[in-house]
């Protein structure tokens, strides 16, 4: 029996300790953005709450059992049945009322406040709206700018401080988008488009996943959210427009690269970032700006090696 004990003690010792073995970026206990901080909030008070919740029963019920508990001698001792307390049954009614009204009210406004995508919808956007349409494949991800008339993959570049909508869409089978540090998840369905918006607080890199399981390769169905400042946001754009994929090469290994790109892999791959073909025809990443990319297809860095 005590070596039953002990192995089921260094079990839980080890789950508690791999628990902690996870990597920082994959944490929503770390947010950099509005989304996430209203997120974040919420889950502390529920988590106050509940914890509250069980500490005042456990020490209840410890009082009780040491308190009315059966004594030497006392063994034929029935003590007075009770049958009902209107005080008691009062505060135990209202006690939970009130606990849940603490959780509803923020709960609703930031579901609310979460859930406003108007400045989207407006027939005539503002042009300093920044609306993104998110495509989920199999297994990559595809970032079109309709008002800058850019398409890209793999990165979602975003200026920090302002909101960024985003119009989610499946291409072929249900995946779900999330980058923990900025916002929550949501689904990417192939018959509907889910909308919701995220804000980056400070410049940097954010790692994002697919968190619906859709295949063989959905583990290493990454991408990046780079937020830069507003400056260096407008750049991008600008460098962004001029990628046509018409670039000239110099050296003779990079025009034999080139000639094997365009008989076969051009076929899948557009690499300029205005790529005026249907959704349906875009059955492959982009690879405008392929060579700024921190990570190639998710899982391996994008250095000379």
């Known amino acids: 029996m005590k070596k039953q004990w002990r192995l089921l003690s260094f079990v839980s010792l080890l789950a508690l300790l791999l628990g902690g073995c996870g990597k920082a970026f994959q944490s929503t ?46 063994e034929d001792y029935i003590p007075e049945q009770v049958e009902g307390n209107h005080k008691l049954e009062i505060i135990w009614t209202v006690i939970p009322i009130i606990l849940l009204l603490i959780l509803a009210v923020p709960t609703v406004t930031y579901t609310f406040k979460l859930a406003d995508v108007s400045a989207m919808e407006k027939k005539n956007i503002d ?22 008339k850019i398409v890209t993959s793999q990165d979602l570049v975003i200026p920090t401080g302002k909101k960024v909508y985003l119009n989610l869409k499946g291409a072929d089978i249900k995946h779900s988008f999330w980058v923990p540090s900025l916002a929550g998840k949501m689904d990417t369905n192939t018959d ?6 995220l804000k980056a607080d400070k410049s940097g890199t954010y790692n994002g996943f697919c968190t619906e ?31 046509d994929g018409k670039k000239e090469v110099a050296s003779t290994k990079a ?22 073909r249907p959704p349906s025809a875009r059955i492959a990443p982009n690879l405008a700006n392929f060579a700024d990319r921190d990570m190639v297809a998710g899982i391996a860095e994008n250095n000379e090696e």
């Open 29 to 74: 206990l770390i947010p950099q953005g509005e989304v996430a901080k209203m997120q974040y909030d919420l889950l502390l008070l529920a988590s106050a709450i509940m914890v509250g919740v069980v500490l005042v029963v456990t020490i209840i019920f410890l009082y009780v059992i040491v308190r009315f508990r059966q004594k030497k001698g006392q």
């Open 127 to 148: 042009k300093d709206t920044i609306v993104v349409d998110v495509t989920a494949n199999l297994y990559w991800w595809e970032f079109s700018y309709k008002s800058e």
């Open 192 to 197: 509907n488009v889910n909308k919701m918006w």
């Open 213 to 243: 399981f859709c295949g063989p390769s959905h583990s290493l169905m990454q991408f990046k959210v780079k937020a830069l400042d507003e400056s260096e946001y407008k750049k991008w754009l600008a460098d962004m427009k001029k990628i």
């Open 255 to 276: 025009q034999e690269g080139q000639e094997i790109f365009n008989k076969s892999c051009i076929g899948c791959h557009a690499v300029g970032s205005n790529d005026s």
